[in-house]
């Protein structure tokens, strides 16, 4: 006669089980992720026993990348290894000379893998740059809104004494000028919020999640139909609104030309949306609806977050040096008569000269780098210029961040913001920094398209407002980084205005 186990022995039997197995495990894998061997010539990131890296890094979401700076500098090395549990490995580097490598010499060797697919798709989907579209550049637009947003939003403050968000308003600012110099729209967000906005911002720290919480788009599914009716919107909601406002653009523009061709008047109209749609994509076609709206996404993602991001970290830290400050206005005093804010031309021409502004602004992007960190997939098996052994198929990635802030690549002042460092003992000239160790516009083939224009956008905003203001952090207001896809602050840049002249 057989004896069937009973449900509480089963129970029983599974859990001492699990408990031995996890305890093997444990004895095998006491510092990281199991099924991670350690590798030769590669140090591992130390962590939980078979859990890994992963417990502490979304313990540390929030600080991500002065996580990752520490753990560089606690390890004292360029390049590590964080492991996690039932998830592929990720190599760190903060070394140039592997930079260059990945960015340059062997560009070929790695693509935005499944990992970048996974947690960047809905928002950028196919992700067509051509790079062959040059982007259009024009002073006149960013000192209109620099002009908008001080009649309507610094002057006022300035009076009223309320405090404002800086962050917020350089977010708009960079929108409205983007949409008008790429797409020919006017969106007027200085003036008034702009859902469009709002639900970017909601798909970009929803991404940066995605590449961290394993299972949140499940969450974030069941959400949207459990509370379908919540006033909160979904992610998916937030989705619906990003692509209606592509789709509007991209129908608007097509009824121009048809209007137009209708009326035989030549359309003319040199923004980045007629170039696109005159481009061809990557299979030699013009683009189509679909692939307009993912170029059209991707390049405000590209343009709008990262200036606005520069110019909010760059006027905190004019707040916390004053005499840092003071030598911008100097310049700009010296540099921008009456005359030349009337000129866009003349304009650019002059800021090209604004030695000293440049090197505020480098630095900002050297130690606060809009796009912080960068993650590739190796497609074959490579060694890079340290000796690090790489695997097909592995994840890698390298951080602006972290090595603006590493002493082994910037010196020992390395975390301090100093300007000066960028200046040559030639008068008027900038030092020259390799790309890869100043790697905030990215290298390579990939290096940003919009780097000129955006370095313009910065110093008209930077010049225009240091001339007509003075600014105060608000008292009792923290500022903080938001990790997203790209750098942010968590509760914006709190500020009272102070006006130089009448
Ligand atoms: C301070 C401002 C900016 C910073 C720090 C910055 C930084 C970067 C970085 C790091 C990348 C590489 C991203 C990657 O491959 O994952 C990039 C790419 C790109 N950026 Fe910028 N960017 C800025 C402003 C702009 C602006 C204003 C535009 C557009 C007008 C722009 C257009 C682009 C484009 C089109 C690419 C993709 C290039 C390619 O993949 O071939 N960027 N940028």
């Not at 991670?36 to 929030?62: C, Q, T, Y």
Request: charged fraction near 25%; proline fraction near 3%.
């Amino acid at each position: 006669m057989t004896v069937s186990p009973s449900k509480t022995e089963i129970l029983g039997i599974t859990a001492a089980t699990v408990t031995l197995v996890t305890a093997l495990l444990a004895l095998k894998y006491p510092d990281r992720g199991a099924f991670h061997e350690h590798r030769e010539g590669l140090l591992d990131m130390e962590g939980a026993p078979v859990l890994g890296n992963l417990p502490s890094m979304i313990k540390n979401m929030d600080r991500f990348y002065d996580y990752l700076t520490e753990h560089y500098e606690k390890m004292n090395t360029l390049t590590f290894r964080t492991t996690f549990f039932m998830m592929p490995s990720l190599i760190c580097t903060a070394d140039p000379r592997n930079v260059e490598h990945i960015l340059k010499n062997n560009f070929e060797g790695y693509i935005k893998g499944s990992e970048f697919d996974y947690t960047m798709h809905d928002l950028l989907g196919e992700g067509i740059f051509n790079s062959d579209v040059d982007i259009p550049s024009n002073c006149r637009v960013f000192v209109d809104e620099i002009n908008l947003a001080s009649r309507e939003i610094f002057d006022k403050a300035a009076t009223s004494g309320e405090i404002i968000d800086f962050h917020d308003i350089m977010l708009r600012f960079s929108m409205d000028s983007f949409a008008e110099l790429g797409f020919g729209v006017k969106l007027n967000s200085l003036l008034e919020r702009a859902d469009f906005a709002d639900s970017f911002d909601a798909l970009q720290l929803h991404s940066f999640k995605k590449s961290i919480i394993p299972g949140i788009e499940a969450y974030e599914t069941a959400k949207h139909y459990l509370f379908y009716w919540s006033k909160e919107k979904s992610i998916k909601q937030h989705l619906d609104t990003v692509n209606a406002f592509a789709k509007k653009l991209i129908k608007e523009r097509h009824e121009e030309e048809q209007a137009a061709k209708l009326s035989s008047i030549k359309f003319e109209k040199g923004d980045l949306l007629s170039r696109f749609m005159k481009a061809a994509s990557r299979n030699g076609q013009t683009l189509d609806d679909n692939e307009l709206r993912d170029t059209i996404l991707n390049f405000i993602i590209a343009g709008r977050d990262t200036t606005a991001q520069a110019l909010s970290w760059t006027f905190y830290q004019l707040m916390l040096f004053p005499e840092i400050q003071e030598k911008v206005y100097t310049e700009a005093e010296q540099f921008i008569t009456e005359e030349v804010e009337a000129d866009p031309s003349k304009l650019y021409t002059v800021i090209q000269n604004m030695v000293y502004s440049h090197a505020v602004l480098f630095e900002v992007l050297r130690l606060y780098p809009s796009v912080p960190g960068n993650q590739k997939e190796a497609v074959k098996d490579d060694v890079w210029p340290d000796g690090t052994r790489v695997y097909k198929g592995e994840q890698i990635s390298w951080q602006p961040y972290c090595q603006g802030h590493l002493t082994k690549v910037w010196g020992s002042d390395a975390k301090e913001f100093k300007p000066e460092r960028w200046l040559s003992e030639t008068v008027g000239s900038l030092v020259r920094v390799s790309p890869f160790q100043w790697s905030a516009f990215n290298a390579g083939p990939r290096v940003c398209l919009g780097q000129n224009l955006a370095i313009l956008e910065a110093l008209v905003a930077i010049t225009l407002i240091i001339k007509r203001y003075k600014f105060h952090q608000a008292t009792g207001h923290k500022v903080e980084i938001l990790n997203l896809v790209t750098l942010s602050m968590k509760d914006g840049l709190k500020i009272t205005v102070e006006k130089r002249k009448s």
